[in-house]
């Protein structure tokens, strides 16, 4: 072949193929600097944002500092908060267009798979101390065993005063744990078993004390010494559990990961990945075309039900409530969410180099290649799923091309291997374009999942150049 005929297939090839770009293979050293200084914000958004009420604390927090206003106080001003039950938060930017044009929407969840404590929790056997749960979400349930963990969460007592815990997050805090089995005895019960039957979900009770009260003729010495210092610590007794929110995650802040510093470790990035991008996203908004909504929804991770998920009420309430601002008719509230754009911001799992089997490689998503969207989740037959219009696709393979967005279209594993739901199936009910696209992490769900900074940063700025784009 000649030189000329080569150089004119590499051409064409150029031309017609796809190519994924690497981020760190066009990151000049501004971007480097931005990409880093993201994951430092990002590590502390993390370690104060462990539960959902946490998350919407936080969030309310910076955008209080930013000059945001309560929209259900009826402040006013062009950037507005909707803090629901504290469990779910909205961060509203108006736009220059009237809201019959359509809003903005980023929606994204605030909640991650945990261990929750049941509603009688506090028992003892065999002189220690325990509480009962039962976990929250999608869990590998040995990953929870012989791991320290924290316990997070509010009490509310019969006389509606509150209780706040955080107990295991500083360095002087004792932690928790839930027992593994010795492997010198663990033929029979786990090792011979499937991995589903050898864990099971009613073990994971967490050790919490061996202290006794009194002598050997008290009844219920370990437990009585528990509830003795919950009495004295924080003034709640054994009943008050049952108007308790508590829950078990892993102990201890997100750290850098890697010689190079080039990834994230820690608990909760899905989604707090895109949460908090979408957070960063919002809070740099300003004055945009179309009106923006970052949504941070609770109940992802078991289905969207309840009052604080994404099948609640809460996102027509907001719009109707925004367009009685804006002096229109809150009847509206069905046209403009029909002529609305929105991202489900959501991660998804990224091509694991030890378990090639389950993912198809041509179309997973992988660590460094950017933000990565999905026109369709579900499988063995798309069911369950939102699969976005493909002209909506185009659009926004055409704004993250103009806003230097680096983004990868990954499915989550093979066709018929399985797969996960995301929020924006429940958000296309009202009539709006909807897709999903958020981090890829590996350890995904685990209490150590992990993220490239890169793809942390790409999330961030693809949900910048959507509120932002015409
Ligand atoms: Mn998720
Ligand atoms: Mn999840």
């Not at 017609?16 to 990151?27: E, F, K, R």
């Not at 914000?41 to 998350?55: P, Q």
């Not at 027992?179 to 078993?193: F, I, V, W, Y």
Request: aromatic share 10%; glycine share 8%.
């Amino acid at each position: 072949m000649e030189a000329s005929e080569k150089n004119e297939l590499k051409e064409l090839r150029e031309r017609l193929m796809i190519s994924p770009t690497l981020v760190w293979d066009q990151a000049n050293p501004a971007l480097r600097e931005a990409i880093t200084a993201y994951g430092e914000e990002y590590k502390t958004f993390l370690d104060r944002a462990k539960t959902e009420r946490e998350a919407v604390a936080e969030i309310e927090r910076q955008a209080k500092a930013r000059g945001f206003v309560d929209l259900a106080a009826n402040a006013p001003g062009p950037k507005s908060y909707y803090n629901y039950k504290g469990k779910t938060i909205v961060l509203v930017v108006q736009g220059r267009r009237p809201l019959t044009a359509g809003l903005r929407l980023v929606g994204t969840h605030i909640d991650s798979p945990r261990l929750d404590l049941k509603q009688y929790p506090v028992y003892e056997d065999t002189d220690l101390a325990f509480l009962k749960t039962h976990y929250y979400g999608g869990i590998k349930k040995y990953q929870w065993l012989a791991r320290p963990l924290a316990i997070h969460g509010v009490v509310l007592k019969a006389d509606g005063s509150r209780v706040e815990l955080v107990v295991g997050e500083n360095p002087g805090d004792p932690v928790f744990t839930v027992c593994d089995l010795l492997p010198h005895l663990a033929r029979k019960s786990q090792m011979d078993k499937k991995v589903s039957d050898a864990f099971e979900g009613e073990k994971l009770n967490v050790l919490v004390g061996s202290l006794p009260l009194g002598d050997k003729e008290t009844k219920d010495r370990f437990k009585l010494y528990l509830l003795n210092h919950l009495e004295e610590k924080y003034g709640i007794r054994e009943e008050d559990f049952i108007s308790a929110e508590l829950e078990v995650v892993p102990a201890g802040p997100a750290r850098d990961l890697g010689w190079d510093r080039s990834l994230v470790g820690g608990y909760g990035q899905d989604d707090r990945s895109c949460s908090y991008a979408a957070l960063a996203a919002v809070l740099e908004t300003e004055a945009p075309e179309y009106t923006s909504l970052a949504l941070f929804y609770d109940k992802e991770e078991v289905g969207s039900d309840g009052n604080t998920a994404a099948k609640s009420c809460l996102l027509e309430e907001i719009v109707e409530t925004l367009l009685e601002r804006a002096g229109e008719n809150p009847q509206a509230r069905r046209r403009v969410l029909m002529a609305s754009k929105a991202i489900s911001g959501d991660v998804t799992g990224a091509l694991d180099p030890d378990y090639p089997e389950v993912h198809e490689k041509r179309n997973a998503a992988k660590m460094g290649y950017g933000v990565a969207f999905h026109k369709y989740g579900g499988s063995g037959g798309k069911y369950n799923t939102n699969d976005s219009n493909a002209e909506y696709v185009a659009w926004i393979r055409k704004i993250f091309q103009e806003y230097g967005v680096v983004w990868q279209a990954g499915q989550l594993g093979k066709v018929d291997e399985g797969g996960g739901g995301t929020i924006a199936k429940y958000l296309a009910i009202h009539g709006l374009e909807i897709i999903d696209c958020g981090t890829p992490l590996l350890s995904m769900h685990s209490p150590f999942e992990v993220a490239s900074k890169a793809d942390l940063y790409m999330t961030f700025k693809a949900y910048r150049a959507f509120f932002n784009a015409l």
